[in-house]
């Protein structure tokens, strides 16, 4: 079994793991909610059905990104991945959204729901189905470093966190306090949404071809310089091509080497461009050194 396949194989591991736990999720809050009338409990259900509907796309979109280079996509499929992310952070932060208009609805509307300890049984079954799809799902992706992965992760515990809400509420409810529902309810709302819009500016800048931090820049530079051949630096650009970087750089040489020299060591430079972290490809560009036409040099040596 080649790499790609056995990534492919435990990126669909993970994401039926979401799929599967959102589902049983919405199967046992939403019956112990409508059976009891507790809001909180068929509002955390529903936020598990478009949860579901993100893992499924990510399931269905995200596994193409391990598809080889073809006729139609000949740089690969790296850019599903953070467009499948970017759709999942989009489902967040609406979440997010409908989770705080139905807390501010529940401050002004005070409808408790009736106290029963299945309400809490449902929720602490919430919390750990959710924990453990989490606790699945970043252990995949240690080894993939996957953004829709980690997108799907960061939603587990969003659901951790409005499960947590909820039972505040509930326990609000037995102790006569039946405000902290929509109280609490508002707060995880608000973090909801912070982190839908967070993952959706990180997979933009995937998508849009962003630059990397000026140190990877600096990292890329130093690592050409180092080879004892090489006279000067100029012309690198650095982007995001889906979530891996793209170099492309002329390099200075003596002008005078054997041409399968130097192509030896146009060699050298790709790979060692590609040995470091998150370089998918690298265009190496030989120029004799000296000749004084390379007006924007302002790395040489």
Known sequence: MTDAEADRRGFMRASWANVLGN??????EGAVGLAFGSVALVADAAHSV????????????????????DDTHPHGHDRIEPLTALFVGAIIAVLGLLLL?????????????????????????????????????TRVNEDLDSTALKALATDCLNDIYT?????????????????????AGGLVSLLVVYQGVEIGRENVDYLIGAAPDPEKRVAITERL????????????????????LEVEVHVEVDGNMPFRQAHDIESELVDRLR??????????????????????????R
């Open 163 to 183: 499960s947590f809400a909820a039972v505040v509420g509930v326990l609000g409810v037995f102790l006569g306090f039946p405000l902290l529902d929509p109280i």
């Open 225 to 244: 310089r180092n080879h004892p051949e090489v006279r000067g630096v100029h012309d690198l650009t650095v982007f995001y091509d889906g979530t891996v």
């Open 275 to 300: 040995e470091l972290e998150d370089v998918g490809d690298a265009h190496v560009h030989l120029d004799p050194s000296g000749i004084g036409e390379w007006k924007d040099c302002l790395e040489e």
């Open 23 to 28: 589902a049983v999720k919405i199967v046992v």
């Open 101 to 137: 208009s139905e807390s501010i609805q529940g401050l002004l509307e005070q409808e408790p729901p009736d106290a029963s300890l299945l309400l809490l049984a449902a929720l602490a079954f919430a919390i750990v189905d959710m924990y453990l799809v989490y606790w699945y799902t």
């Open 50 to 69: 478009a949860d579901l509907v993100a893992s499924v796309v990510v399931l269905i979109w995200g596994r193409s990104s391990y598809d080889e280079p």
